[in-house]
């Protein structure tokens, strides 16, 4: 059974970090391409980052260099690391494999002050 489980939200001042993790199962990960996409209230679903299996990274503009996304093929976990946070980074963070639509449940990244 294919999981994927979201960690490391909260709430966070503006201008704080945040490291969010997305433990996976039941496939081999190595071989995946792996994506963190985010909702806020009342938007559609955006891409924050993708990393493909060779580690190649992607990012949503809105990034601009804030973010990191990596990936520890040994622990079938992917994260986002997140620095400089702003009010308007506030949403729902999904971990997704992109290339079969599978999502985990999410996480809650609030900043504010």
């Known amino acids: 059974q294919v999981q994927l489980v979201e960690s490391g939200g909260g709430l966070v001042q503006p201008g704080g970090s945040l490291r969010l993790s997305c433990a996976t199962s039941?496939?081999?990960?190595?071989?995946?391409?792996m994506a963190w996409y985010r909702q806020a209230p009342g938007k559609g679903r955006e891409l924050v980052a993708h990393?493909?299996?060779?580690?190649?990274?992607k990012y949503g503009d809105f990034v601009k260099g804030r973010f990191t996304i990596s990936r520890d093929d040994s622990k079938n976990t992917v994260y986002l690391d997140m620095n400089d946070l702003k009010p308007e980074d506030t949403a729902i963070y999904y971990c997704?494999?992109?290339?079969?639509?599978?999502w985990g449940q999410g996480t809650q990244v609030t900043v504010s002050s």
């Open positions: 997704s494999r992109p290339s079969t639509g599978t």
């Open positions: 039941g496939f081999p990960f190595s071989f995946y391409t």
């Open positions: 990393i493909t299996n060779l580690s190649t990274t």
